[in-house]
C-alpha cells in the first residue's frame, strides 16, 4: 500500500536504509552533483515529522515495514510533477512499477498534466517506467571539468565582448519562441507547446540561479545563460539560437563567471552536438548519461458541450 510518509516511519526508515541501494531516480541538480545517491535517512526522518513536507513523500509499507520510499511534486508549476526520488528495499525491485503508477493519482487531482522522471541510462527502471506509461523525452550527459577557472582562459574570446541582462519575467514569450526554435518538434510535443506548459516545465540550476539574457532586437532574445556557483562547485546551463552561433564562445565565458577554482558541470541534451564538442575541446569530460521520460496525465473532461456530427 502506497501511502504519505508518517511521523511513526522514522523508526523504519533506519532499517530500510539498510536494506536499500541507491537511489533510482534524480533531479537535474542531483544529476550535475553526481547522480542518484544513498538513502538519506537523517532528511527523511526530519520530513516525518514536519508538519506539512512530508505531502510530497510517499511510502510503500507492508505490516509495518518500509519497502519503498518516493519524493515526487510539481516541477516549476502544478501542471508538471516530476519524481525527484526513489528508493527500494533490495529484495524488491518489482515495487518501482507500483510506485510509478500509483504517483500518477495524487497528481492528476493536484491538476498535473505530465509527469517526468530522469534515470541513468541503463537503469533497471527504465523498463518499469515504460510499463507505467512513461516515454523517452532525451538523452542528456553530463560534463565536469575539475577547475572552472582554467578553462575560462582557454576560450578565444573577440575583443568585442556581447552584453547580457537578468532575465525578467517580461521575457517569458520571447524565451518561449527561443525554446522552440532550438528544440526538436519531438521534444517540445512531450515537454508541452504552451507558454505556461513550458514554464511549468522548466528547470533551474537550484535556488540561487541567476539568469541572464542576450538581446538581438526586435524583442527577440537569442540566448539564455543558467549559472549557480557554490563552495563545492559551478553548475551552468547554455541556449542560443542560430543567430547566435558565434557568440558561443563569450556566452560560455559568461556562463562561466564566478566559477572560481571549482569544479564545472553542465547537463547537455544530444540535440545539442555543437555544445558537447565545444566543452570536450575545453577539457571536459563525460561524467553520466541520463533519460529524460514523461507521462501524461489524462484530464477530466468537466463540463459535457453538444456538436453536430456528420454521419456517412
Given amino acids: 500500500m502506497i501511502r504519505h510518509l508518517h511521523p511513526t516511519d522514522s523508526p523504519g526508515l533506519l532499517q530500510f536504509r539498510q536494506s536499500s541501494d541507491q537511489g533510482e531516480t534524480c533531479t537535474l541538480v542531483d544529476a550535475l552533483r553526481g547522480g542518484p545517491s544513498g538513502f538519506p535517512t537523517v532528511k527523511y526522518a526530519s520530513i516525518a515529522l514536519s508538519p506539512r513536507a512530508w505531502k510530497s513523500y510517499w511510502v510503500e ?18 501542471h508538471t510533477w516530476e519524481v525527484g526520488e526513489l528508493y527500494l528495499r533490495n529484495s524488491k525491485p518489482e515495487l518501482a512499477l507500483d510506485l510509478l503508477e500509483q504517483v500518477a493519482v495524487p497528481a492528476a487531482r493536484a491538476g498535473a498534466h505530465r509527469i517526468f522522471i530522469r534515470i541513468p541510462t541503463n537503469s533497471a527502471l527504465f523498463d518499469d517506467a515504460r510499463r507505467a506509461g512513461y ?50 518538434i519531438e521534444v517540445r510535443m512531450k515537454q508541452g507547446q504552451t507558454t505556461q506548459d513550458w514554464l511549468a516545465s522548466s528547470e533551474h540550476l537550484g535556488r540561487k540561479t541567476s539568469e541572464w539574457v542576450f538581446d538581438i532586437g526586435n524583442g527577440d532574445i537569442g540566448a539564455l545563460v543558467q549559472r549557480n556557483s557554490t563552495r563545492s562547485g559551478h553548475m551552468f546551463n547554455i541556449n542560443w539560437a542560430a543567430e547566435t552561433e558565434s557568440n558561443i564562445p563569450e556566452l560560455l565565458a559568461a556562463a562561466l563567471e564566478e566559477s572560481e577554482d571549482v569544479p564545472a558541470t553542465s ?18 569530460t563525460e561524467q553520466a548519461q541520463y533519460e529524460v521520460m514523461v507521462k501524461p496525465i489524462a484530464q477530466t473532461v468537466t463540463e459535457a458541450k453538444k456538436a453536430f456530427a456528420t454521419i456517412n
Fill in 61 to 78: 509499507a507492508h505490516r509495518g515495514r518500509i519497502d519503498g520510499v518516493l519524493r515526487a511534486g510539481p516541477r516549476s508549476g502544478a
Fill in 135 to 184: 516515454s523517452v523525452v532525451q538523452r542528456e550527459t553530463v560534463f565536469r571539468l575539475e577547475s572552472a577557472s582554467t578553462s575560462v582562459n582557454n576560450i578565444a574570446i573577440p575583443d568585442s565582448s556581447i552584453e547580457l541582462r537578468p532575465r525578467t519575467s517580461v521575457d517569458d514569450h520571447a524565451l518561449f519562441n527561443l525554446h522552440n526554435a532550438t528544440t526538436p
Fill in 267 to 284: 547537463i547537455v541534451p544530444e540535440y545539442r552536438p555543437a555544445l558537447s564538442y565545444l566543452l570536450v575541446s575545453l577539457g571536459f
